[in-house]
């Protein structure tokens, strides 16, 4: 270690910082105004990036580089407009997460976009004109393009200052960021200022990802990478604060820079990576200050919604014809194995589909009666997973035991991360979720000796009675149905009662007796515990366990779940389970481009469906039945 290493490290760091505070600010002002989870705002970056390739390539001898580049921001955000107007605007009297449901089918539409037009190869972009060579800063070479990104951060970032606090559409987006519903109310129209944010904050992603090309290649793999470390960003910084974002970016980029000069060091005759800490430090940040200051350093506590949309209904009990209705398909599922082939892959995608249906159910416990929304609910499948792999493979026990104590795993990660996140809610305890679901990540990926690290655990088949025939099938059958039952007997016991009151006024529950965070508590740890008794089933059917199901993206599959499905409805999870797992299934083995389709596919439901599947039939049969109660004979 030196000092020049250091300072070499940290300038780095501040060119990073650059990028990173471009997409970040961006992501902030749509939030602050729309408080739309914009998940698709790292695939702009992503095609700024891939646009800004092919506008240098093929204009650059006209009309010269810079110009060529600065195409791309320009394109990024007319794309943002468009997507604003034709989708996002259809969806704003929705609940808040279907329009991240929207965003997150627009990240696969995008991604196989860009796979189409140019390839599934990295694209390595030419040199910056004019700064193509280096300046020797203490004896060491630093390339003067990262000098010129380390200006851009601070330049944007006045811009912006200038244009919010000295134009008229600065004063209605702060206005907007503090309370948009008061703006409306005052005779803005609401529906251009949301097209005009959300193109700006496109566009300074698209700035962030062209300026990149000529220090990184342009990569389909950026989107859901920049997405995650925008969030930290945007949380850390405060929602909505320019200036905020900007020193969250600097904190941000520069201890991931010490990290990597700090390499492997020492401590109490214990080898400690920091390098490796770089997967992770940004989360770690972001869990430090929303337990500190949930609100971020330079953010304000948000004002209440005063209209969220459709309000929640009450949650009905099965009356006897859907009883029956779900104890014939009960029976048909268990018979199938027996009228069919017992081996078939019919029975393997519907075991997938039963254990997608226990996790989906487990987040729809929290999530919709209890209105707790999680980004990292995969931390507790991860845990029952791992949990039972590890009771298998470590300590040799048989799988009716892995499968009963795997999962206190989940539950014990549950307990922990639970007593922090019920002390947030909105979207603070969203991003908490995701910041204690990624540390859980970095664990089991860096944890070669233990876990196996990014290999997993292997090997961890079900015994020879339960791999003959369908014996498995009907095992997973068995447990998941017996779950998902138990969970709804909660949802209407004083417990699940207790819940919806906590979800519905916190101020009333606590007023009359009841302990909202005790509360609250509980039903996250019960829903780990499914969670992770889905994730036990999961390592059996796939013979081990990868540190992908801890990711983010197994946390978004639930919840894309969970919504296809209807949050509002009891059968919501199962519908959504079913039909995202077959699609995908489906999907994927008849097209090279099955996320494009499989995201038009949720697109289409959610455009016509707002309110979920389940939700949409529910409504269908509500609307007939007055009908057909007429036409009976007296």
Not at 302 to 312: N, V
Not at 527 to 534: E, I, K, R, S, V
Not at 614 to 627: E, I, S
Request: proline share 4%.
């Amino acid at each position: 270690m030196s000092v020049s290493g250091l300072l070499a490290q940290l300038l780095n760091g501040l060119a990073s910082a650059s990028a990173l505070f471009l997409v970040s600010v961006g992501l902030s002002l749509i939030f602050g105004v729309t408080r739309t989870i914009n998940f698709a705002h790292g695939s702009f970056y992503m095609l700024g990036a891939f646009i800004a390739y092919s506008s240098v390539d093929l204009l650059s001898p006209h009309i010269g580089f810079w110009p060529a580049l600065l195409l791309a921001p320009l394109a990024c955000g007319v794309l943002g407009a468009l997507a604003e107007t034709l989708l996002l605007r259809r969806i704003y009297q929705a609940p808040e997460l279907f329009q991240l449901l929207t965003t997150f089918a627009l990240v696969l539409v995008i991604k196989d976009a860009a796979l189409w037009l140019w390839g599934p190869e990295e694209l390595f972009g030419p040199r910056a004109a004019g700064l193509e060579g280096s300046v020797e800063i203490l004896g060491r070479q630093f390339p003067s393009y990262d000098l010129f990104l380390i200006a851009v951060g601070p330049c944007v970032l006045l811009a912006l200052t200038l244009l919010l606090g000295k134009t008229r559409f600065g004063t209605l987006v702060r206005a907007a960021t503090q309370d948009r519903e008061m703006v409306g109310a005052l005779g803005v129209n609401q529906a251009w200022l949301f097209t005009a944010v959300f193109a700006l904050g496109t566009l300074l992603a698209g700035l962030g990802g062209a300026l990149q090309l000529p220090r990184e290649p342009a990569s389909l793999e950026t989107d859901m990478l920049t997405i995650g470390a925008a969030f930290v960003v945007v949380v850390v910084g405060g929602m909505g604060s320019i200036p905020g974002a900007f020193i969250a970016a600097l904190l941000v980029a520069e201890l991931k820079a010490v990290c990597i000069w700090l390499g492997v060091q020492q401590i109490g005759g214990l080898d400690i990576s920091f390098s490796k800490l770089t997967l992770v430090v940004e989360f770690l940040v972001m869990a430090v200050v929303l337990v500190w200051r949930p609100w971020g350093l330079l953010g304000k506590p948000q004002a209440p919604a005063r209209s969220g949309g459709t309000p929640e209904q009450p949650l009905r009990a099965a009356g006897r014809a859907a009883s029956a209705a779900w104890l014939a398909l009960l029976a048909a599922l268990l018979l199938l194995p027996v009228i069919g082939d017992a081996g078939s892959y019919a029975t393997v995608l519907l075991t997938d589909i039963f254990i997608a249906a226990l996790f989906a159910a487990s987040l729809h416990f929290i999530l919709g009666p209890g209105g707790m929304h999680s980004f990292g609910h995969a931390a507790y499948f991860g845990l029952g997973a791992y949990g039972a792999a590890l009771l298998v493979r470590a300590l040799d026990l048989p799988m009716e035991a892995a499968l009963l104590l795997g999962p206190l795993a989940a539950a014990a990660g549950a307990l922990l991360y639970g007593w922090f996140c019920v002390r947030l809610s909105g979207v603070y305890l969203t991003m908490l979720t995701l910041a204690l679901a990624q540390i859980s990540w970095a664990i089991v990926f860096q944890w070669n000796d233990f876990t196996g690290g990014s290999n997993g655990v292997t090997g961890v088949w079900p015994p020879q009675w339960a791999s003959q025939g369908a014996a498995f099938y009907w095992l997973a059958l068995a447990i998941c149905a017996l779950g998902i039952y138990l969970l709804r007997r909660l949802l209407f016991s004083p417990l699940g009662y207790a819940l919806r009151a906590a979800r519905d006024s916190a101020l009333r529950a606590d007023a009359i007796g009841i302990d909202v965070r005790r509360v609250q508590w509980t039903a996250f740890v019960i829903a780990g515990l499914f969670a992770g008794l889905a994730g036990a089933l999961f390592a059996f059917s796939k013979g081990g366990v990868a540190p992908d199901s801890m990711s983010v993206t197994k946390s978004v599959d639930a919840l894309v779940m969970v919504l296809l499905g209807g949050v509002q409805t009891l059968a919501g999870p199962v519908v959504g389970a079913a039909a995202f797992t077959w699609l995908h299934d489906t999907v994927a083995r008849n097209t090279e481009y099955w996320r494009a389709l499989l995201g038009a596919t949720m697109l289409v439901l959610v455009l016509l469906a707002p309110q979920g599947i389940a939700g949409y039939a529910q409504r269908l049969r509500q609307k007939f039945a007055p009908l057909k109660r007429q036409g009976e004979p007296a």
